[in-house]
């Protein structure tokens, strides 16, 4: 349902974009959310958008930094990452659902994750 891609290996201070491509009907009205989980750490959230009027959501750490956007004739989100830090090291999870939220619970579907490495 859900394809994540787009992570890889950066230096601090770089950029990445993630994309996560969904497929399936109830998808296309389905808020999305990007998660990260860095090694030995519980799975944190970091961004969401609403599917009606892509109002977007951030984490406190991502703040200024991160940029989701959603193509919804793509049935995509992104996740534009900029200014990357260290401490950004994570592997990177797209998640669907019909309820905003800003914790994984009420997230319907989940994407295979996508290894995002900043090096200094």
């Known amino acids: 349902q859900l394809q994540a891609s787009g992570g890889g290996l950066v230096q601090a201070g770089g950029s990445l974009r993630l994309s996560c491509a969904a497929s399936g009907r109830d998808t296309h009205t389905s808020n999305m959310g990007w998660f990260r989980q860095a090694p030995g750490k519980e799975r944190e959230f970091v961004a969401t958008?609403?599917?009606?009027?892509?109002?977007?959501y951030y984490a406190d750490s991502v703040k200024g930094r991160f940029s989701m956007s959603r193509d919804n004739d793509k049935n995509t989100a992104y996740l534009q990452m900029n200014n990357l830090k260290l401490e950004d090291t994570a592997v990177y999870y797209c998640a669907a659902g019909p309820e905003l939220a800003t914790y994984s619970r009420p997230y319907t579907y989940w994407g295979q994750g996508t290894l995002v490495t900043v090096s200094s």
């Open positions: 958008i609403r599917w009606r009027d892509r109002k977007t």
